[in-house]
């Protein structure tokens, strides 16, 4: 039985292209079975600002749950209508479609961003400069973004290995597969990165972050 009234997904590509992006770093997406008729939207966050956001996602096009989960996080759930079906796909891969295009590309970068992304100020010497980290164990998506980016003038280091497979890094978190770090800090890539994401870059903390890392640069 469906409890809630659900609405079907507007269509719009650039807001499909953000979604998968997001959906991609960091939301879990399903079917209970073959035959259902429902898509299943989770993510577990201790940040508030992380909840708002899938509230403003998802809220348009069907009810969203939050309760508290057992270690004090909260649960975000949403069940949506099949035409969501684009989300259930979990490949470590920027879709085809996304990358030719400007606007797609921006803004599943900027998807993925708020999902995986640090935008920040690091000190150097007696000064502090912004950088840009996007840190992953999907190489595939990784890659293409760094292809992207240099392909559009921003200029990258290649992708550096933070943490191997089976390792704890400082902060006491382990992985189950290489990690990977792509960074973005000279000042002409960075303004040309804000100016492109800000249309797109919907989550308040990253927002917040960038406003700080802009004014830096």
Not at 76 to 89: A, G, H, I, N, T
Not at 137 to 146: F, K, P, R, V, Y
């Amino acid at each position: 039985a469906i409890e809630y009234e659900r609405r079907p997904f507007s269509g719009d590509e650039i807001e499909k292209a953000y979604l998968i992006g997001f959906r991609l770093g960091d939301l879990n997406i399903r079917m209970d079975l073959p035959t259902s008729q429902t898509i299943h939207v989770r993510c577990g966050t201790t940040v508030p600002a992380q909840v708002d956001l899938i509230r403003g996602l998802f809220e348009p096009y069907g009810h969203v749950n939050t309760r508290i989960g057992t270690h004090g996080e909260t649960q975000v759930e949403c069940s949506l209508d099949m035409s969501f079906d684009f989300l259930l796909p979990k490949d470590d891969r920027v879709p085809e479609w996304v990358t030719p295009n400007d606007q797609f590309f921006w803004a599943f970068l900027a998807g993925y961003m708020d999902a995986e992304g640090y935008i920040g100020l690091i000190r150097n010497k007696d000064r502090r400069r912004a950088v840009v980290e996007i840190a992953s164990c999907q190489l595939g998506i990784l890659q293409t973004l760094w292809n992207g980016l240099n392909a559009r003038s921003l200029r990258c280091p290649d992708l550096h290995l933070k943490c191997r497979s089976g390792t704890t890094d400082n902060r006491g978190n382990h992985h189950n597969c290489d990690f990977y770090v792509l960074h973005i800090s000279r000042k002409a890539s960075l303004d040309t990165l804000f100016r492109e994401i800000e249309p797109f870059l919907k989550h308040a903390n990253k927002r917040d972050a960038m406003t700080l890392a802009w004014d830096n640069v």
